[in-house]
């Protein structure tokens, strides 16, 4: 894997400054083709099938692995792709980690597999400092899996000392980065072994593909199982959607540097109205992870925040009915801001405060965002 000296928003621009060996082409070609041909002594040529790897996908491999600092990279079809097929590598009677608010899609999966495979989990609540830390103790733990910034009440974890914990209890700290992208936060710098995004969200941040990343700061004996496991399961990502996620890629630290600036702006404007009990964002000084957030966030707090309406479920519900810019979906990280309901997409097994909304500020005028809000409030 090549090392870049550039930094990271030039290595993004020009996606691992690429130029096409054979047109000049300065965009990856796509490779659809799902065989490829064996040489005059019978030998591969790099790749032999789809499912195990397409040139286009290594590209984007290529390039999140230098964003990431990491040794190796893999594309997946979704995020959950990849966090499925990162667990198969956790054995039966293994013990994993993980906080108890965090996305709902993984910690459902991580119930249904404890359940099923006979893997011991164990909840943490991360508004308490010490919390991961006894987890880790209390039990032998094979994998701790954290986000930075929980979601969706933002409470924020410190990845160094998480990964102090895991290691001196010999786990593996994985990291789910998907809201906090290295251009703001570098979870193997601050010592993960293994980072995750959901490349649906920032990293393409188009609203426009499904795909999942998984890095690792080492290629070791779990990384080719992660591998193998991928090509076993089926997960791999699409040429095309590899093409997709690296031209979003290209973008992405202005994106975000534009929608985090959005973020504070909405946040501080917010923080004391009347119609909220509380905005919760980790880039207001009253947040309680703001310290540790500003220690580990270097670009910036970030572009997801959540308001707690004055009021019930109901009251709730109609704020996010009347914005006429914030667009009432789930999902994060795109160009174009939107709000949701969070219990109501989570189901009926949410631990999510009922008056929360959750907001995923995009890169239109803030101004405007922030008009909208104050006329759904009102
Ligand atoms: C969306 C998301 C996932 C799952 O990713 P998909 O691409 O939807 O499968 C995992 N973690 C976080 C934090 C997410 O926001």
Request: glycine fraction near 8%; charge should be negative; avoid cysteine.
């Amino acid at each position: 894997m090549s090392k870049t000296d550039n930094s990271l928003e030039t290595l993004l621009t020009q996606a691992g400054h690429f130029i096409d060996p054979q047109t000049g082409a300065v965009v990856p070609p796509i490779h659809p083709s799902t065989t490829y041909a064996r040489d005059g002594r019978y030998e591969l040529q790099g790749f032999e099938y789809s499912r195990d790897a397409n040139p286009t996908g290594r590209r984007v491999e290529e390039v999140l692995a230098m964003l990431e600092g990491a040794e190796d990279a893999l594309v997946f079809g979704s995020g959950l792709a990849g966090v499925s097929t990162f667990f198969e590598t956790v054995r039966t009677g293994e013990r994993v980690v993980a906080p108890r608010v965090m996305y709902h899609g993984a910690a459902d999966w991580l119930r249904r597999l404890a359940e099923r495979r006979g893997l011991e989990v164990t909840f943490f609540d991360a508004t308490e400092r010490a919390a991961l830390e006894r987890a880790v103790q209390a039990n032998e733990t094979a994998v701790v899996w954290i986000e930075p910034s929980v979601n969706p009440t933002w409470d924020v974890i410190d990845v160094r000392a998480a990964s102090k914990a895991a290691h001196a209890a010999g786990a593996v700290l994985a990291v789910d980065a998907t809201v906090t992208p290295a251009v703001t936060l570098r979870a193997l710098d601050l010592g993960a072994d293994i980072v995750f995004h959901s490349g649906t969200k920032y990293l393409a941040g188009h609203s426009d593909v499904t795909a999942g990343v998984l890095a690792t700061r080492a290629v070791d004996a779990r990384w080719e199982e992660i591998r193998h496991a991928r090509t076993l399961m089926g997960g791999v990502l699409g040429p095309f959607e590899s093409w997709l996620l690296l031209r979003g890629m290209r973008t992405l630290h202005v994106r975000y540097e534009r929608q985090a600036a959005n973020a504070m702006a909405i946040a501080r404007h917010f923080e004391h109205h009347p119609r909220l009990e509380a905005v919760l964002y980790p880039g207001l000084e009253s947040h309680s992870g703001h310290e540790t957030a500003a220690r580990q966030m270097e670009g910036g707090f970030g572009a997801m925040l959540s308001l707690l309406i004055a009021g019930n479920a109901e009251d709730a519900k109609r704020v996010a009915t009347r914005t006429r810019l914030f667009v009432p979906a789930t999902s994060l990280g795109g160009v174009e801001s939107l709000i949701e309901h969070r219990a109501t997409v989570e189901g009926p097994n949410s631990i999510v405060p009922a008056n929360l909304l959750r907001i995923s500020v995009g890169i239109e005028r803030v101004d405007e965002l922030i008009a909208d809000l104050e006329q759904a409030l009102a």
